[in-house]
């Protein structure tokens, strides 16, 4: 009884998020389509259940492949700041005011997180805030 609790804590803490199609996924991460489509391929992401068009994904499916973990999902609080699109090192070398391949160096050497996604490299803005007085 107490799993079935549970899972409908977990349902509720998620309800009421969006669902993606590939342009929005494209814009989100900033990258070309056909990467998008290859990323979901190979992560074996599958279009939710709905009554659009064109195929959409749940966001969850899509914070899975950026490497969210699944307590961040649940956290209704963490919602807005995961929502937000991804920075290029490019955008965020614009924020910090130094050139891109400082960015890059700084995530190779881990000292800003960041995530890969199809190749490229991909900032949330929340977790460098913390770093960097970036407003």
């Known amino acids: ?13 998620l309800a009421g998020l969006p669902s993606l199609s590939q342009t929005q996924i494209s814009n989100r991460w900033q990258l070309h389509s056909d990467t998008v489509r290859r990323v979901l391929r190979e992560y074996s992401i599958r279009p939710a ?4 068009k064109r195929p959409c ?3 969850t499916d899509v914070w899975r492949v950026e490497g969210v973990p699944h307590a961040e999902m649940l956290d ?3 919602h ?3 929502l937000e699109p991804l ?6 070398a614009e924020e910090l005011g130094c050139v891109p391949a400082t960015i890059r160096n700084y995530a190779r050497d881990n000292i800003i997180p960041s ?3 199809g190749g490229s490299i991909r900032f949330r803005k929340n ?3 913390g770093l960097f007085d970036v407003a």
């Open 1 to 13: 009884m107490k799993r079935l609790s549970t899972l409908r804590t977990h349902a509720a803490a």
């Open 49 to 52: 259940p709905g009554p659009w």
């Open 57 to 59: 994904y749940a966001i």
């Open 76 to 78: 209704q609080d963490q």
């Open 80 to 82: 807005p700041a995961l």
């Open 87 to 92: 920075l290029t090192g490019k955008d965020l």
């Open 115 to 117: 995530l890969r996604i």
């Open 127 to 129: 977790q460098i805030e």
